[in-house]
């Protein structure tokens, strides 16, 4: 795809071909996302990392959004189009209040734009580098989904993105059960966020937690988890291997 571009030098106008830009591969990108259900709405956890490629350049970037009255957006992935996301969204919001009809979109209404977006831009081979998590309450009843970056999307009672997806899931069926209180939903949000620090290079200890329920959407100041780094494993990680190294 190609735009022309008139260009002046003194005698005459030539056009010149400038080719159009994709994002070929994420930049600045966020970790995981962990989400759960609890009795009464939803809680969503994420750090406040930002990383260029392997180096970690930005620590006060918040991943997680409301949409509208009903719903908490969070994203890991690339920054830059989780804020395009977020502009459609805005303007999505703006185009429903506009019927002025005292309805407004709810978390499943959000949820199937959002797989349909980012579905389409797959299609054009020009992706979102985002994998999304969109909770919400509407009418009594918790939503919870999940879409990736080429548009695959489900519903599921608890949801994680990045390596929360291989590390904090087990946690997540051993221990949650749909009468967690606030207070349970945060531990174990805390215990998965703790887990994935030690795991994950990416993973900074600084995160908020986010919850949403009928009343809207809370998202916490960011905090720090106390950790302990004194196992053997991390203190002679190479104990046992094979060579001589």
Same mark, same amino acid.
């Given at each position: ?11 005459? /106008? ?5 080719? =159009? ?6 930049? *600045?990108?966020?970790? !995981?996302? *962990? ?5 009464? +709405?939803?809680? $969503?956890?994420?750090? $406040?990392?930002? #990383?260029?490629?392997?180096?970690? &350049? %930005?620590?006060?970037?918040?991943? $997680? ?5 009903? =719903? ?22 703006? @185009? ?13 209404? /959000?949820?199937?734009?959002?797989? &349909?977006?980012? %579905? @389409? ?8 580098? @985002?994998?999304? *998590? ?8 918790? %939503?919870? +989904? ?6 695959? !999307?489900?519903?599921? @009672? ?22 967690? !209180?606030?207070?349970?939903? *945060? ?5 998965? $966020? ?21 009343? +809207? /959407?809370?998202? #916490?100041?960011?905090? =720090? ?21």
């Amino acid at each position: 795809m190609t735009f022309t571009i008139p260009i002046d030098n003194g005698d005459s /106008v030539k056009n010149a071909e400038a080719d =159009s830009q994709r994002t070929l591969y994420p930049y *600045v990108t966020g970790t !995981s996302i *962990v989400a759960i259900k609890y009795k009464d +709405g939803v809680l $969503m956890a994420s750090d $406040m990392g930002g #990383s260029y490629g392997s180096t970690l &350049r %930005y620590k006060n970037i918040e991943r $997680m959004k409301a949409i509208g009255k009903h =719903s908490l957006l969070g994203a890991s992935g690339e920054i830059s189009d989780f804020q395009e996301i977020l502009r459609y969204l805005d303007e999505l919001v703006l @185009n429903d209040n506009m019927w002025d009809d005292g309805n407004s979109l709810g978390p499943k209404e /959000v949820h199937n734009y959002l797989t &349909r977006v980012m %579905y @389409n831009r797959r299609n054009k081979f020009n992706p979102l580098w @985002n994998t999304l *998590v969109l909770g919400g309450v509407k009418n009594g009843e918790s %939503y919870l +989904g999940m879409v990736s970056m080429i548009g695959v !999307s489900f519903e599921d @009672n608890h949801v994680a993105t990045g390596f929360g997806n291989h590390l904090a899931r087990p946690i997540l069926r051993d221990e949650w059960h749909a009468d967690l !209180s606030f207070e349970d939903g *945060v531990k174990l949000l805390e215990k998965c $966020m703790r887990v994935l620090l030690y795991r994950d290079r990416s993973a900074i200890n600084k995160l908020q937690i986010a919850k949403i329920t009928e009343e +809207g /959407v809370t998202v #916490s100041q960011p905090y =720090s988890l106390k950790t302990f780094w004194e196992f053997k494993a991390f203190n002679n990680p190479t104990a046992g291997a094979e060579g001589s190294w």
